[in-house]
Structures are given as structure tokens and as C-alpha cells.
């Protein structure tokens, strides 16, 4: 018995949780030894249909396989299956029973496959006694510093080194703070190529950031006014 065998990874909204998912989903699907189904909770549970059903729905359309939802549940009684379940956190509170029984379901159903949920800390509860969890972890300083030399790569645009940029928000705890996650990190980033300094009020900066968006100026090759 290889013990427990599901997960559930926590990170704040814009750590990388949907991403880690799709990337794991990806990796796995080229290694021939896993067969990994990814798929969100809300719509599993608005669709009202089971997992096999629906997955075997989506790929009949363009790829008829007799007996595919037959086939992946051998597979996931032989532990081969990697149920990758994004979004517990935006179950509505009512339904979140009916969440936790699905899951619940699937960890009796496949015991030895792997079952990876994600989901927010804040009002996290355990969906099931045999779910262990994962916290994904801010990025430290020499990623941070990577993921800025990779975008700032992108533009043509006059922009700060790496190093530079990583300076501005090490000033102010706040900044710093928002630079630990990678989609706030992306935002920061922004601002730096528009020649902008992030404000230090909350408020101020998602206001800063919100007109960049909605003008399209984050496109790639977008004009800058």
C-alpha cells in the first residue's frame, strides 16, 4: 500500500493553483505511464454528470473511443489515473457538501489513484479523512528574479533589469509582500514596463493596474499612449 494518495494543494488567489494543475496535466499526458483528467468542481457539480461520463462526452466529439469511460475506470482501480480537481474554493457554500461527497466518492472509488484538489486556505475545510494537504509556498527571491528576466524579455520597451525592478518592491513590505505571487508579480511587472512606480496604497495600485488592462496595454505589441 503506497499510503495516502490524495491531495489537496492551498495557495492564495494568484499563487498558481489552476497553472500547477494544467501543467501537471500536461507533463503527465507525455509519459505513458499516467493518464491524468483534469477538471473544475463547480462544473462537475452544475453539470449534474459523472466524471467518466463527461470526460468521455468532451472527447467523443472529436475522437470516438468505444468503451472509454469503462477503460478509465480499469485504469483508475489499477492506480493509473491522476484526478486533477481545480477550484474547491469556489464551490458555493451551499453545495459544498455535495463537493465533499464527490470527492469523497472518487478517493473510495480509485483508492490507489492520485486525487489532487485545489483550493483557497481561507474557509478551507477537509473534504475527506484520507486528503493530506500541500501549501504552495511565495516565490523567494531567485525566482522572483527569474520570472522577471523571462518577462521583461518579452518587450521592446525600455524596462528595468531584474535586479532593479526586485529593488523597487523590497523597499516597501506591502509591495513585497504582493511580489510573492506570481499573478501579482505579473501585474507589478506591468507597471515597471509603462514606466509607472507601483503605488504603495492598495487601492491606488489595483486602480494603476485596472486601467492598464482595460486600455489593452498588456498585450503584446500594444501601442503605449
Given at each position: 500500500d503506497r499510503g495516502p494518495v490524495h491531495w489537496v494543494v492551498r495557495g492564495a488567489p494568484g499563487s498558481g493553483k489552476t497553472t500547477l494543475l494544467r501543467h501537471l496535466c500536461a507533463t503527465l499526458s507525455r509519459t505513458g505511464r499516467w493518464i491524468?483528467?483534469?477538471?473544475?468542481i463547480p462544473g462537475l457539480l452544475r453539470s449534474g454528470t459523472e466524471l467518466l461520463a463527461r470526460v468521455e462526452q468532451s472527447i467523443q466529439v472529436a475522437h470516438p473511443v468505444p468503451g472509454l469511460a469503462r477503460h478509465l475506470d480499469e485504469e483508475g482501480g489499477k492506480g493509473r489515473v491522476v484526478l486533477l480537481l481545480d477550484g474547491l474554493d469556489e464551490v458555493p457554500r451551499d453545495r459544498l457538501p455535495e463537493a465533499r461527497q464527490l470527492l469523497g466518492g472518487l478517493a473510495r472509488r480509485w483508492p490507489r489513484s492520485v486525487l489532487v484538489v485545489t483550493s483557497r486556505p481561507i474557509g478551507y475545510t477537509r473534504p475527506g479523512p484520507t486528503f493530506r494537504e500541500l501549501d504552495l509556498l511565495p516565490l523567494d527571491r531567485p525566482?522572483?528574479?527569474?520570472?522577471?528576466?523571462?518577462?521583461?524579455?518579452?518587450?521592446a520597451a525600455a524596462v528595468p533589469s531584474p535586479e532593479d525592478a526586485l529593488a523597487t518592491f523590497e523597499d516597501n513590505a506591502s509591495l513585497?509582500?504582493?511580489a510573492g505571487n506570481p499573478l501579482y508579480l505579473t501585474f507589478l511587472a506591468l507597471l515597471l514596463e509603462e514606466?509607472?512606480?507601483?503605488?504603495?496604497?492598495?487601492?491606488?495600485?489595483y486602480d494603476q493596474i485596472l486601467e492598464i488592462l482595460l486600455e489593452g496595454r498588456h498585450r503584446i505589441g500594444a501601442e503605449r499612449i
Open positions: 491524468p483528467l483534469y477538471a473544475r525566482r522572483r528574479l527569474r520570472f522577471l528576466a523571462q518577462w521583461f524579455s518579452r518587450s513585497n509582500d504582493l514606466g509607472l512606480t507601483p503605488s504603495r496604497s492598495r487601492h491606488v495600485l
